[in-house]
């Protein structure tokens, strides 16, 4: 159906910055909205960012004004830049995907998570 492969965790320290990529390929006919979400030990899995087809984006005000999420619909990839990164950033980020198939059904599809770690 639908494959999500994400890239570009790591650790860093704190006031570094990275830049998640989460590429989408299957048999696809459109993607709609797509996010990251993070989810920190001993804490629920939060939205951190959201964008739709048109460029509509949405954050959680904890990462306002340090992360950016955009996407190439050209290649079906979300991207999330972090910029000034803080320890209480620390999450496996996942990326999620609603999509229609060729089938013309619609799905939710999420990537495998990637680490990120950021040191005080």
């Known amino acids: 159906q639908v494959q999500l492969v994400e890239s570009g965790g790591g650790l860093v320290q704190a006031g570094g910055s990275l830049r998640l990529s989460c590429a989408a390929s299957?048999?696809?006919?459109?993607?709609?909205?797509m996010g990251w979400y993070r989810q920190a030990p001993g804490k629920q899995r939060e939205l951190v960012a959201a964008?739709?087809?048109?460029?509509?984006?949405n954050y959680v005000d904890s990462v306002k004004g340090r992360f950016t999420i955009s996407r190439d619909n050209a290649k079906n990839t979300v991207y999330l830049q972090m910029d000034s990164l803080k320890p209480e950033d620390t999450a496996v980020y996942y990326c999620?995907?609603?999509?229609?198939?060729?089938?013309?059904?619609?799905?939710?599809?999420w990537g495998q998570g990637t680490q990120v770690t950021v040191s005080s």
């Open positions: 299957g048999s696809i006919f459109s993607i709609n909205d």
């Open positions: 964008i739709t087809r048109g460029g509509t984006t």
């Open positions: 999620n995907v609603r999509a229609v198939l060729l089938s013309s059904r619609r799905y939710d599809f």
